[in-house]
């Protein structure tokens, strides 16, 4: 795998304006948009880096919709996001991991018509040992383009398919954006001297086969027997071949990224604890699944494209299967025997 693989020194903002040129009807508005959430992301990546001398490890006193004890930078993360999109005139309402209901832009300032739901902190247990985190975020278009109103609940519970933008921050070694818009999955790279991500994966392909698999084997006792078995083949040596490789991290964006450059798949499935799985459908499913399918791979709850999954719930929970095609596929024919 090369290491820079572009056609020539792009930023994001560049990039982003080379899209919206491909579309006569655009206004320049989603450049705004994306340079305020990678604002946003600038700053949370300095504190990430300064985590254990700014006071901001550990846990707060409170508990997330979720039941989960909120660690301080993730509540510093959630922040961080809303203040910098909510005041900039391009969205209707927002929605978060942290927060029970809808996120409703303040009175004060103009309702946009783009919806945006996010995960503000992913791989919260990695924060107080330095192992990578992300963000994640999906932009949908609000149901009725016309209005000027707060937006609804059914702006925010749409189908994966009709997301116009998603993407990652990756918060490792170095800052990552990974993003698409539905025109191929493109790679950005933080470059701290100049405060700029610079393009350095274009249209990123992940391969249709790999040889790791990602997934919290710990819980294997806990799941389904069809899941177990196709985990047991993964680990055998038959066909040729030898068995795949464990790489787990326990930060969906991180296992996706690395699925993404090396192939494989990447699973979280329901068990008997969690019968629904753990993945959250609005801003953790959705938002992969059109990563991983924008580089050509695939996505699913076992049974049904994660993006033609319609939303009953913000906080939804979905079996998540996602990765190169011949695994995924293979996983199907497991799981439908």
Same mark, same amino acid.
Request: proline content about 4%.
């Given at each position: ?13 560049? %990039? ?18 994306? $340079? ?11 504190? =990430? ?20 004890? =909120? ?27 942290? &927060? @029970? ?22 791989? &919260? ?21 016309? &209005? ?7 702006? +925010?519970?749409?189908?994966? +398919? ?15 954006? =990974?993003?698409? &818009? ?31 698999? $990602? ?12 899941? @177990? ?13 030898? $068995?795949?490789?464990? /790489?787990? +991290? ?6 996706? %990224? /690395? ?57 939804? /929970? ?6 190169? =095609? ?12």
């Amino acid at each position: 795998m090369a290491m820079i693989n572009i056609s020539g020194l792009v930023t994001i903002n560049a %990039h982003i304006a080379r899209e919206e040129a491909l579309y006569p009807e655009a206004t320049g508005k989603f450049t705004s948009l994306i $340079s305020d959430l990678t604002l946003a992301m600038r700053i949370i990546a300095w504190e =990430v880096r300064r985590a254990g001398i700014n006071d901001i490890l550990g846990l707060t006193e409170s508990t997330n919709v979720h039941g989960e004890k =909120v660690r301080k930078l993730d509540e510093y993360a959630n922040s961080i996001i809303n203040r910098a999109m909510d005041h900039s005139g391009h969205f209707c309402v927002m929605a978060s991991e942290e &927060s @029970q209901g809808m996120i409703k832009i303040p009175e004060k300032f103009k309702k946009g018509k783009y919806v945006l739901v996010f995960d503000p902190l992913d791989g &919260s247990t990695n924060i107080d040992v330095n192992a990578p985190i992300g963000t994640v975020f999906s932009i949908y278009r609000r149901l009725d383009p016309l &209005s000027e109103s707060d937006g609804t609940l059914d702006d +925010i519970l749409q189908k994966g +398919i009709n997301q116009v933008a998603a993407g990652y921050f990756l918060f490792g070694s170095s800052t990552i954006f =990974v993003y698409t &818009s539905g025109n191929g999955l493109n790679v950005f790279t933080y470059d701290p001297t100049i405060g700029e991500f610079i393009l350095t994966f274009e249209n990123l392909k992940i391969p249709k086969r790999g040889s790791y698999y $990602s997934v919290n084997e710990g819980y294997y006792y806990r799941w389904d027997k069809k899941v @177990q078995n196709f985990v047991n083949y993964l680990k055998s040596f038959g066909n040729g071949k030898d $068995s795949y490789s464990l /790489r787990y +991290i326990a930060t969906a964006v991180a296992d996706i %990224h /690395r699925t993404l450059h090396y192939g494989g798949i990447y699973m979280y499935p329901p068990d008997t604890k969690m019968p629904n799985g753990k993945i959250r459908l609005v801003y953790e499913a959705n938002p992969l699944a059109m990563i991983i399918e924008q580089a050509g791979g695939k996505a699913t709850d076992g049974r049904r494209r994660i993006l033609d999954i319609k939303p009953e719930s913000i906080h939804q /929970r979905v079996p998540f299967y996602a990765g190169s =095609v011949e695994e995924v596929d293979l996983l199907e024919k497991y799981l439908n025997e």
